[in-house]
Nanobody, 125 residues
Framework: QVRLVESGGGLVTAGGSLRLSCTNS????????MGWFRQVPGKERAFVAA???????KYADSVKGRFTISRDNAKNTVSLQMNSLKPEDTAVYYC???????????????????WGQGTQVTVSS
């Protein structure tokens, strides 16, 4: 069973920054696309950002220009730098691994095989 572990969540005031990290000890990162999603109670899990195996990136419109996804395959880490945070960014953030290269809809959570346990991000106004 592949295990993804998120870290870096917390409480921040609006306009502040947080950096989330997702690590894996199995070394799968270099071969797969990775994504970040977020979820608030009562709503479906929503796409935030994704990075392909070759380093291409995709973002939800709501975070473009504020969030940056990156990967360090040598360290088996995918990060999400979040700047200019807003109260509406409050959610549980999940990282996910897409292990099937035929699944290219990186904004769709159903394309992902493995998920982390989530980390809470709270942005106060």
């Amino acid at each position: 069973q592949v295990r993804l572990v998120e870290s870096g969540g917390g409480l921040v005031t609006a306009g502040g920054s947080l950096r989330l990290s997702c690590t894996n000890s199995d070394g799968i990162f270099k071969n797969v696309a990775m994504g970040w999603f977020r979820q608030v109670p009562g709503k479906e899990r929503a796409f935030v950002a994704a990075i392909t195996r070759s380093g291409g990136t995709k973002y939800a419109d709501s975070v473009k220009g504020r969030f940056t996804i990156s990967r360090d395959n040598a360290k088996n880490t995918v990060s999400l730098q979040m700047n200019s945070l807003k109260p509406e960014d409050t959610a549980v953030y999940y990282c996910a691994a897409n292990t099937n290269p035929a699944r290219t809809r990186l904004f769709d959570p159903r394309e992902y095989t493995y998920w982390g346990q989530g980390t809470q991000v709270t942005v106060s106004s």
